[in-house]
């Protein structure tokens, strides 16, 4: 039989799994359609009957018998006395259908359909990945770590289709081994030299959005929203909820007993402090709240230039502030507002403190309580007191000590 086997000789076609299987029909009929036009000029009398089932192909000539000396389109027509050589019974008015030997085309013309459909088939292949995750972007995936490089890693999802998270779009904490099973988010799909390329991101909001709606099942079926996240991606997040039901407390339900639903997506983005906070219409709460968790005493605001003066005690100051000033930058993007922070006592003259907690990051947590245990709760209160009587208040060893105010001395420099 003059066929040619798709299996063996386009290997890419049988490969191209994603691809329906009448659009693989009509890329290999378009490109022996192709050849068919090169070498007889047309292929209107042509059919091209492709077996996906078994990987055959086959192209049939039809043509109209007609008597001899009256074959005006050779074509489409032929000629009796050629008819009957092929099969003695036929006769005039019939239609002759003939097998097109595929390897008539020549070597040169078969190899020339063998690029063509793998560059075909190659295109789709762009086309349906571009499409999936056009339709996915905003969602998580999980992938796995194939390569990690200096500036990107390179994952592979379960298809095999190779997903970039860049160094921009990675928590700073973050640390990933090649064989690696990670969560992000889809960002964007870019073209590069006409080749999809994925991006992943951690850092986004979206990120901590799709953790939250896969934690906490009132966000999943509509009853809490999510009105608005910002992130110091590693360091601190807000998020502002509203419960659209009055008997679900949109905070609890996000935070979870005792911390359960929320302690997940905090390891999740390495140890990232996340406030959940009641979101309100009301600007002047809601900038109170935003600040959490800081207690404000008083505030002034002006709404046509969007800043507000906020006026606290001074053992809140530190907290409104925050460790390197993330607390009240992300306040201020919750918001929209600028925010000035003023100790409301101004008789009152006090060292600016940070709280110890927010040194979580960077100090165990068994430390800080062993500080707490002999009333150190600020970074200054540490300080305050020498190496030799901090060995001999608590457990910490002398290495311990001098590393921890390291870091405590490092912060209050900055």
Known sequence: ???????????????????????????????????????????????????????????????????????????????YSDAAKIEPDFEVGEELYEEVDIYSFG?????????????????????????????????????EVYQVWKKEILLLDEEGNELILPKSEQIPQDYFKKGESIRAVVRRVDLKNNSPVIILSRTSP?????????????????????????????ERAKVAVESYDDRIDPVGACVGMKGSRIHGIVRELKNENIDVINWTSNTQLLIQRSLTPAKITSMNMNTENSHVDVYLKPDQVSLAIGRKGVNIKLAQEITGYSIDVFRDNEGETEEFDIDLDEFSDEIETWILDELKRIGCDTGRSVLELTAEELE????????????????????FQK
């Open 107 to 143: 070597r040169r013309a078969i190899l020339a359909a063998k690029q063509t459909l793998a560059s075909r088939i190659n295109d789709l292949k762009k086309n349906v990945l571009v499409k999936k995750y056009n339709d996915r972007v905003g969602d998580i995936v999980s992938a």
């Open 206 to 234: 979206e990120f901590l959005a799709k953790l939250l709606e896969i934690e906490v099942p009132e966000i999943f079926d509509g009853l809490i929203v999510i009105k608005k996240i910002v992130r110091e991606p590693g």
């Open 1 to 79: 039989m003059a066929s040619i086997n798709l299996i063996e000789a386009f290997q890419e076609f049988k490969d191209a799994e994603n691809i329906d299987r009448p659009t693989m029909m009509k890329v290999v009929e378009d490109v022996f359609k192709t050849l068919l036009r090169k070498k007889y000029s047309s292929d209107e009398n042509f059919d091209v009957i492709v077996n996906a089932e078994k990987g055959d192909l086959e192209i049939i000539r039809r043509r109209m018998i007609v008597n001899d000396g009256e074959v005006n389109d050779p074509l489409a027509e032929i000629g």
């Open 392 to 411: 001999r208040r608590t457990d910490l060893e002398k290495e311990t000590i001098a590393e921890l105010r390291k870091v405590l001395e490092a912060e």
